[in-house]
């Protein structure tokens, strides 16, 4: 007797930009992708790619105006719509749109950062801005037809901060929601410095602060660059990531007496030389639904300094000063700069941490994330299949 073979699902993904450079939501999509293609017939509706993968197929979506950003959204919302009404078992979409029956959420609602914690005053300003936004009212509409309760629809988050954040704001979606964190590859061999240094070309000597952002403002580089300054000449920080805020920071860093100690690589095709490189990952997010970049560093060996889960949404897995230093104030420059200097300074301390994360990894996979997705499908698929 031998088992029935396993359905072939097709799945549609929607994601604007499907490259590794976009960010932390696009290498989750990007990754959960990777490990189900051979499993699934998997086609990806971007109107921005890089990524190339194979069994994969990809679908340009036009983009007519790339801004205003929430016209563009509704339009990517339309077109993704019409091109997936028909013809596919899942269609999951990792943007704000009101069609996919798997909604895959990275980042706070729109919802909770206009409106949540507001009350009396501020919170009739706050719905008079949103009343007045063509911008907010759009984002607001379509994320409350995304989180609409549907009995054939799953809602995902990446972490148990953010589940906790939408049930806040959305009740009735309760009886949607999983919780499938991000994973990591565990790369099979690991640069030394002296490699990854030379491929980068950056300098040989002296320790290396790593941080790794897009949008360098809410991922904490003010504080860092402040904490910088009081920490020995030969630490240098290496940033990652995109080009937007460059210009503006490589000039604070001129202003602070920073320049020749900070260097701005831009983004990264392949993180791995940076990771490899760097003695310490420095992450003093501001506001992070689950932070990538923390898991990925630990995957690559790096002791690492985080903001705590008020912050951060992975913090809330790591144990201080056992897996991580978590800072309680990532706006405080100089509990950003004792802890760095804690780990470049103590050996013993910066070992306790490699070897504690290493655990951590171990529980984080993309084949498990992937594994949990492929179950979701198939419960959605089974559940449809049953309804008269």
Request: hydrophobic fraction near 45%; include cysteine.
């Amino acid at each position: 007797m031998t088992d029935a073979p396993v359905k072939r699902l097709r799945i549609a993904v929607l994601n604007r930009v499907f490259a590794a450079t976009g960010g932390g939501a696009e290498r989750y999509s990007i990754a959960v992708v990777e490990q189900l293609a051979a499993r699934h017939e998997i086609h990806v509706f971007a109107q921005q790619t890089t990524h190339a993968w194979p069994g994969v197929t990809y679908h340009r979506v036009s983009m007519p105006l790339a801004k205003p950003r929430w016209l563009n959204q509704l339009w990517y919302a339309t077109a993704t719509w019409w091109k997936t009404r028909r013809g596919f078992d899942i269609v999951h979409s990792h943007e704000n749109t009101w069609h996919g029956n798997v909604q895959t959420l990275h980042v706070k609602t729109v919802r909770r950062s206009v409106l949540g914690g507001r009350s009396g005053l501020q919170w009739l300003a706050a719905r008079l801005k949103v009343a007045f936004s063509p911008r907010l009212g759009a984002y607001l509409l379509l994320e409350r037809a995304r989180l609409r309760l549907r009995p054939d629809r799953a809602v995902v988050v990446v972490s148990q901060t953010l589940l906790q954040e939408v049930q806040q704001e959305y009740p009735a979606t309760r009886s949607m929601l999983h919780v499938i964190t991000p994973g990591v590859d565990t790369p099979a061999r690991i640069a030394t410095k002296k490699e990854a240094r030379h491929a980068l070309s950056t300098g040989a000597e002296g320790q290396i602060v790593l941080f790794v952002a897009n949008d360098y403002r809410r991922k904490g580089l003010d504080a860092l660059l402040q904490a910088m300054t009081g920490l020995p000449t030969a630490v240098r920080l290496l940033v990652a990531g995109s080009c937007a805020q460059m210009g503006t920071y490589r000039d604070l860093a001129r202003a602070m007496g920073l320049g020749d100690r900070v260097e701005f690589l831009g983004p990264q095709q392949d993180m791995q030389m940076a990771y490899a490189c760097a003695d310490v990952l420095a992450h003093p997010t501001l506001e992070d639904s689950f932070g990538m970049v923390v898991l990925e560093a630990m995957a690559y060996g790096l002791p690492v300094l985080v903001s705590g889960a008020r912050h951060c949404g992975f913090a809330a897995s790591l144990q201080d000063e056992k897996d991580a230093l978590l800072l309680v104030d990532p706006n405080n420059a100089e509990e950003v700069r004792t802890a760095l200097h804690r780990i470049l300074s103590d050996k013993a301390l910066a070992d306790a941490l490699i070897a504690n994360a290493a655990d951590v990894v171990r529980m984080h996979t993309w084949q498990h994330a992937a594994m949990a997705y492929d179950g979701l499908y198939r419960r959605l698929v089974s559940a449809e299949m049953g309804r008269p």
